[in-house]
């Protein structure tokens, strides 16, 4: 069974850190370049961070360049967002996804992308 798995989420007040994880199972990463969606609610998906399949090359959303950082170990077939200086606007489901391309560079589209994962959930509150 091909299948993502993110990990990670939680409550946590404004300003605090969390790191994402994001795994993959029945298939390698190696090849694919891995992103990183949220939807809060009422809202619709937006991109918030990629990287390309050997990690040389990264992407950010707007909102979140600066405080978020994405990173990827292959020979752990996992992906992580670290997410810094969270407000409560960053509250959402955080998915991620990837996309079979194995040449430099990724793209925060979501219909590049083959295998989602189930999401996480990230609530920024006091």
């Known amino acids: 069974q091909l299948e993502l798995v993110e990990s990670g989420g939680g409550l946590v007040q404004p300003g605090g850190s969390l790191r994402l994880s994001c795994a993959a199972s029945?298939?390698?990463?190696?090849?694919?370049?891995v992103g990183w969606f949220r939807q809060a609610p009422g809202k619709e998906r937006e991109g918030v961070a990629c990287?390309?399949?050997?990690?040389?090359?990264?992407n950010y959303g707007d909102s979140v360049e600066g405080r978020f950082a994405i990173s990827r170990d292959n020979a752990k077939n996992t992906a992580y967002l670290q997410v810094n200086s969270l407000a409560p606007e960053d509250t959402a489901i955080y998915y991620c996804?990837?996309?079979?391309?194995?040449?430099?560079?990724?793209?925060?589209?979501?219909?590049?992308?083959?295998?989602w994962g189930q999401g996480t959930q990230v609530i920024v509150s006091s």
């Open positions: 996804a990837a996309d079979w391309r194995p040449v430099p560079g990724c793209a925060l589209q979501e219909g590049r992308y083959e295998f």
């Open positions: 990287i390309s399949d050997r990690g040389s090359k990264t």
């Open positions: 029945g298939f390698t990463l190696e090849g694919y370049a």
